[in-house]
């Protein structure tokens, strides 16, 4: 019994190792397998831009050139209309008659601020005072003006009661307007294009004080800003008046070599309007002459002691 029993699990140990040696050699089997099967995979595995570069894109299609046109003569190409102006129908041309306020309401900030500075250094002397009419804003000391601000063009500029040829050759680079009626008084004009010329602008003025005996004194400074307003609104304000000129007025305006080019000249395409600087007539001269002596006429107040003002 013995005997047999050993022989018994002799056979049932030798065929559990067959079995297990049999499952391992195919699990092995089925791993190489699969490994060949990733590497195969990961060898012939494609990047999605190099499956793009591999599309075969179609060629381009030649260009079709378009039949050109033929130029059309000038004498046949049709000429625009003019502008139809809707408010009123005139025959003339329509300008804007600006004032001094108006101009300075739409100048730079860096022109607000050199008249700020200026201003309130012509009105720290003693007995100066502003008055501003339509053209322009005068300063005087009693009867006599020591200064006048006005624009020409989009540039204001000072008048002083100077000599133009005294400052030939200096840093002040002034010129002589002694020809107008209206700065017959003040023939010396200098014009404020920075803040070095503002500088020396009130350089300009101490020298007119000097020479008129005037007191500078402590003042507290004002902000003289005014905000930007358009043109619609300071029309309405009053401050810009539209001024229609038949076309003999506007002739009359022009030089004669203008006016006389014009007349010859063949009817040309319409342009759209373009603001000129309105001049001032000489009714507007006389009418503004006349108040500033009516200003001179007024009587002077006796000089008393004023306190100086402590500056904050």
Same mark, same amino acid.
């Given at each position: 019994?013995?005997?047999?029993?050993?022989?018994?699990?002799?056979?049932?140990?030798?065929?559990?190792?067959?079995?297990?040696?049999?499952?391992?050699?195919? =699990? +092995?089997?089925?791993? @190489?397998?699969?490994?060949?099967? =990733?590497?195969?995979?990961?060898?012939?595995?494609?990047?999605?831009?190099?499956?793009? #570069?591999?599309?075969?894109?179609?060629?381009?299609?030649?260009?079709?050139? $378009?039949?050109? +046109?033929?130029? &059309?003569?000038?004498?046949? &190409?049709?000429?625009?209309?003019?502008?139809?102006?809707?408010? +009123?129908?005139?025959?003339?041309?329509?300008?804007?008659?600006?004032?001094?306020?108006? %101009?300075?309401?739409?100048?730079?900030?860096?022109?607000?601020?050199?008249?700020?500075?200026? %201003?309130?250094?012509?009105?720290?002397?003693? *007995?100066?005072?502003?008055?501003?009419?339509?053209?322009? /804003?005068?300063?005087?000391?009693?009867?006599?003006?020591?200064?006048?601000?006005?624009?020409?063009?989009?540039?204001? @500029?000072?008048?002083?009661?100077?000599?133009?040829?005294?400052?030939?050759?200096? *840093?002040?680079?002034? $010129?002589?307007?002694?020809?107008?009626?209206?700065?017959?008084?003040?023939? @010396?004009?200098?014009?404020?294009?920075?803040?070095?010329?503002?500088?020396?602008?009130?350089?300009?003025?101490?020298?007119?004080?000097?020479?008129?005996?005037? &007191?500078?004194?402590?003042?507290?400074?004002?902000?003289?800003?005014?905000?930007?307003?358009?043109?619609?609104?300071?029309?309405? #304000?009053?401050?810009? *008046?539209? &001024?229609?000129?038949?076309?003999? /007025? /506007?002739?009359?305006?022009?030089?004669?070599?203008?006016?006389?080019?014009?007349?010859?000249?063949?009817?040309?395409?319409?342009?759209?309007?373009?603001?000129?600087?309105? +001049?001032?007539?000489?009714?507007? =001269?006389?009418?503004?002459?006349?108040?500033?002596?009516?200003?001179?006429?007024?009587?002077?107040?006796?000089?008393?002691?004023?306190?100086? /003002?402590?500056?904050?």
């Amino acid at each position: 019994m013995k005997t047999l029993n050993a022989s018994f699990f002799g056979i049932e140990s030798s065929m559990s190792n067959n079995t297990l040696m049999t499952i391992l050699w195919i =699990v +092995e089997a089925v791993i @190489c397998v699969l490994l060949v099967a =990733v590497m195969i995979y990961v060898l012939h595995r494609k990047k999605p831009g190099e499956m793009q #570069k591999e599309v075969p894109m179609p060629a381009p299609a030649e260009p079709v050139q $378009e039949p050109q +046109e033929e130029p &059309v003569p000038a004498a046949l &190409v049709p000429v625009p209309a003019p502008p139809v102006i809707a408010e +009123e129908s005139f025959e003339g041309v329509l300008r804007y008659n600006k004032s001094f306020t108006a %101009k300075y309401i739409q100048s730079g900030d860096e022109v607000k601020n050199w008249y700020t500075a200026l %201003k309130n250094e012509m009105l720290s002397y003693k *007995k100066v005072k502003a008055r501003t009419s339509w053209k322009r /804003e005068t300063f005087r000391l009693g009867r006599e003006a020591v200064a006048r601000l006005a624009y020409r063009g989009n540039t204001l @500029c000072v008048y002083f009661p100077l000599n133009a040829a005294d400052y030939t050759g200096s *840093k002040y680079k002034v $010129e002589d307007v002694s020809e107008s009626a209206a700065y017959a008084d003040t023939p @010396c004009m200098y014009r404020l294009k920075n803040g070095r010329r503002a500088r020396y602008a009130m350089e300009l003025f101490a020298a007119v004080m000097e020479r008129m005996g005037g &007191v500078r004194t402590e003042r507290i400074a004002e902000d003289y800003y005014l905000p930007y307003e358009g043109v619609v609104e300071l029309i309405e #304000k009053g401050l810009i *008046k539209r &001024v229609v000129k038949s076309k003999a /007025e /506007e002739a009359a305006f022009l030089r004669p070599a203008e006016a006389a080019a014009s007349e010859a000249a063949p009817e040309a395409v319409p342009e759209e309007p373009v603001e000129k600087p309105l +001049e001032e007539p000489a009714e507007q =001269v006389a009418e503004e002459v006349a108040e500033e002596v009516a200003a001179t006429a007024e009587p002077v107040e006796e000089a008393t002691a004023e306190p100086a /003002e402590e500056n904050n």
